[in-house]
Every structure is written in C-alpha cells, then in structure tokens.
C-alpha cells in the first residue's frame, strides 16, 4: 500500500446529526478514504472477472463477480455515511486514482491461480485498512462507523476466505 494521503477538505452540510463537528470531520475523511480503496478493489474484482481463464474459469469468473458486487454494496453504505454526517462523497475516478492506497492491479495476468494471488492480496490490504479505521472511529467516539467498519471488515474476511482457498490445499 502507498501511503499518500490527499482528502480533499470540503465544506460541511449543516446537519441536526448531533455528533460533535471535529467528530463528523474526521470520519468523512476516514470515510472518503475508505471509498477511494474500496472504488480500486471493486474494479480490481471486476478486472480479475473479465480476463481470468484456465480450467477453473467459470468458477473464479463467477465467485470474482461476487466479490464486485459485495463490494459495491460497502462502498455505498461508506459513501452515503460520509453524506450522512455532513460530508461529500469523492467517489470520481480522478479522486480515487489519487487517493486508493492499495497497489495497481497487473494488467497482464491470464491464470487463475495468478488472479487469485493478486485479488487475496488487495483483499487482505484492505482488510487491515479497515481494522485500524475500527479503531479510529472508536478513537473519535463514533461507535456508528466504527460498526459499519467492523460489519464490512467482517466481510472482507469472508471474501478473502472464498477468494485464497483456491490456494490452500493442492488440487
Ligand atoms: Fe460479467
């Protein structure tokens, strides 16, 4: 993972959410950060589920699909949370390839197992990104996100089970 760090500060929305200021600004930024990781890894699913091939490909082809779409379902409830506590969603293309901490998926892979090695390894960067965002939020007292964050780091765990069993045990 790099580990540039470039939020955008943008204005905040007023809002009757009583969570104190300082609170609410920190997690937007912990929000949007998450999005901008979150954005890369789903799209490096989708990479993986377009152009793996071999003899297990309609098994990786399906389960890389999965992975996209559970995804997709955190990415929206991190953005939409960032809105919720005043905040506004940078989930462009532009602001996620400046921001995503996690390393650009190779465009020149074809194996299954090489796609399985790649995506386990995003999934596991990610992981751990959300871990210490638990602990942020916890940190800030906003016991929300940091239960949004422990719902999807459940997840990603999950993901990354279905994802690295193809490498653990020979075939
Ligand atoms: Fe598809």
């Not at 609410?24 to 152009?51: E, F, P, S, T, Y």
């Not at 091939?53 to 779409?69: N, S, T, Y």
């Not at 197992?113 to 602990?135: C, M, Q, W, Y």
Request: proline fraction near 2%; aromatic fraction near 6%; glycine fraction near 6%.
């Amino acid at each position: 993972m790099n580990d540039h760090k470039t939020i955008m500060k943008t204005k905040l929305i007023p809002t009757q959410n009583t969570l104190r200021v300082p609170t609410r600004r920190a997690m937007i930024d912990l929000l949007n950060q998450q999005l901008a990781d979150v954005l890369d890894l789903g799209l490096q699913a989708k990479q993986a589920h377009w152009n793996v091939k071999g003899p297990h490909f309609i098994g990786l082809h399906e389960l890389f699909d999965k992975v996209a779409e559970q995804l997709e379902e955190f990415t929206d409830d991190i953005a939409e949370r960032a809105v919720e506590l005043g905040g506004t969603a940078l989930g462009t293309v532009q602001v996620v390839s400046k921001n995503s901490r996690l390393n650009a998926y190779p465009l020149d892979l074809t194996s299954g197992k090489s796609h399985v090695v790649a995506l386990s390894g995003a999934l596991a960067a990610f992981g751990a990104s959300v871990r210490e965002a638990i602990d942020t939020a916890a940190k800030h007292g906003d016991a929300d996100t940091a239960d949004l964050f422990t719902e999807i780091s459940r997840g990603v765990d999950k993901l990354l089970w279905f994802v690295e069993a193809h490498l653990q045990a020979k075939e």
